[in-house]
């Protein structure tokens, strides 16, 4: 491996022009010097790539027509790049001054790396963790490592992981344009986990680099977890998810699991006043089930070879999100589940 190589970061935007200039300065302190900036653009109205260009003039636009979504963005932006590792990077974070340095010396460390998650806390109480990396359970969600849990000891260790938040994460290049990236039609949501799980049974890694330290105001853009895009969005591509990408073995052994994790969103989400939109998502899965049922035929030579790894996998990483229950975790999903499962 190029022990300089260029890390290409694709931010998708859609009107951000509140968040953008923050996370841009903190791109231009980078203390890595091989990196493009490459900014996608959703058929913004508020400026925003005339305020990229302004503050960041090496910035590479990428202009769509409409808002076609995250997936779609990062999609066209690691189309565009020229880099070895792409990262794809929310517009409403900022990153540390060694944020790609450390993960360029992670993926030196890892040369079989396909893709790497990094730490990432809160804006505006730091020391609190947004995620360290994404685990998958068998009840066919993802889970972000150490969500609300204090930025302590804990998840200090560089360790394997199932899969990197979209929010911020790096992907070979290659092997991310050879799996065909995020699903689009996902929109936003997700995408990353679907990833993952192709990813997964294809026999690549990914490992998650604390030293990798990015900031997150979460929801600047979709209004937050209980806004009706997000309840609508995450509803409808968590069954798309399972009808695409979990092959028919690992379903048949979480049912129980699964069954669960879909009741207890629903029941979150009329307590947050969304039924209509998690009513909206579930109808929306059906006209998309004859494509989500072509990608799964897609990936069944994957599942033939590896399906026993994945389910170890899989295992492996619900061990790991274990751990935060021990260490006080807030969600109330994840310690019934471990107390039933």
């Known amino acids: 491996m190029n022990p300089r190589p260029l890390v290409s970061v694709v931010i998708p935007s ?24 490459v900014l996608v653009d959703n058929g913004s109205s508020d400026g925003s790539p005339e305020l990229a260009a302004r503050l960041l003039p090496s910035v590479r636009l990428v202009r769509l027509d409409r808002n076609r979504g995250f997936a779609a963005a990062v999609n066209a932006g690691a189309a565009e790049a020229h880099g070895e590792w792409v990262a794809a990077l929310n517009n409403d974070t900022e990153v540390s001054e060694r944020f790609i340095e450390e993960a360029v010396s992670a993926a030196m460390r890892h040369p079989d ?41 804990g998840f200090d260790d560089e360790i394997e992981i199932f899969a990197a938040s979209g929010c911020a994460a790096f992907y070979r290049r290659s092997v991310f344009l050879d799996h065909a990236g995020f699903e689009e039609s996902f929109f936003a949501y997700l995408e990353d986990v679907d990833l993952a799980l192709r990813l997964q049974a294809a026999g690549h890694r990914g490992y998650y680099v604390p030293r990798a330290v990015v900031y997150h105001r979460g929801g600047a853009t979709s209004g937050g977890e209980f806004s009706p895009l997000a309840v609508r969005l995450r509803t409808r591509n968590s069954w798309l998810l399972l009808l695409s990408s979990v092959p028919s073995a690992v379903l048949f052994r979480s049912l129980p699991m699964i069954a669960l994790s879909q009741l207890f969103w629903a029941a979150r989400a009329c307590v947050h006043g969304r039924l209509a939109s998690y009513a909206r998502g579930t109808v929306e899965v059906l006209p998309r089930v004859r494509s989500a049922l072509s990608r799964r035929a897609r990936l069944r030579s994957s599942w033939r070879r590896r399906s026993s790894e994945l389910w170890h996998a899989i295992l492996a990483s619900e061990s790991l999100a ?8 807030a969600s109330v999903f994840l310690r019934w589940y471990f107390r039933l499962f």
């Not at 903190?26 to 091989?34: C, F, H, I, N, V």
């Open 113 to 153: 790396a396909a893709f790497l998650a990094c730490r990432i806390l809160e804006l505006d109480e730091r020391r609190l963790v947004w995620g360290a990396g994404d685990c998958f359970l068998r009840a066919g969600i993802g889970y972000r490592r150490g969500q609300g849990l204090d930025n302590g000891g």
């Open 322 to 329: 274990r751990r935060d229950v021990a260490r006080g975790t």
């Open 14 to 37: 859609w009107n951000g022009a509140e968040v953008l200039g923050a996370c841009l300065a903190s791109l231009e302190r980078q203390t890595y010097p091989a990196v493009e900036v």
